[in-house]
């Protein structure tokens, strides 16, 4: 009985410490003065004179992979009555963060919200979520970042009640490789003869 317990303890260790995917939630209202994400077209202040200015607010966000994998990127707001989205993807932060991966086909084509699951390094991102079809400078000229701004395409018709949703669902930690039956079976039978060595001293 002792030597199954033990037993079921180190197989148990050797699969503890493995975290598991989070999911973080972004949201909010493209008309919110109070939204500290939102930025202007230009990066610069949010603008809310009129619908035209708020279709061309962005909300930006920074997100840390601690793992490389598989992320989820999925909209929820659209079918909420929200924003038409339209959403980018830069690796990096900062004015410097290189354009990566945006909703063109989908947006372009359905419309509305969309579910990615995207192939990611470790490491920190920057997601932008704003209405279609105010893209970066970066993805539509091909080439440059995150501080080039966006293009100020966004249309009063797409912003639905001005919500937005994104969820992002981070990769796991990889998960330890499951001992191959040979090496259970020496830890097996190293246990065995210490709990043997153990009765036979008392």
Known sequence: MRFRIALLTVLLALTAGVAHADTITFSGYFDD???AALVGS???????GDDWDIANNVALYQV???FG???????NGFDAGGA??????????GAAATFLYSNYDQAFSTGGDF??????????YTVAMGVFANMSFAENLGAGA????FTRLGGPGYLGYYYYELGVTRPDEPVPPIPEPGTLLLIGSGLA???ARRKKST
């Open 42 to 48: 230009d990066l610069g202040a949010p603008l809310f």
């Open 69 to 75: 994998g598989n992320a989820t990127f999925n909209s």
């Open 193 to 195: 003869g210490y709990f």
């Open 33 to 35: 003065a109070g939204n």
């Open 115 to 124: 579910l990615y699951v995207l192939p990611l390094a470790a490491g920190d």
């Open 64 to 66: 840390n992979l601690p």
């Open 146 to 149: 995150l501080g080039d701004g």
């Open 84 to 93: 038409d989205p339209y959403f980018t993807l830069f690796s990096g932060v």
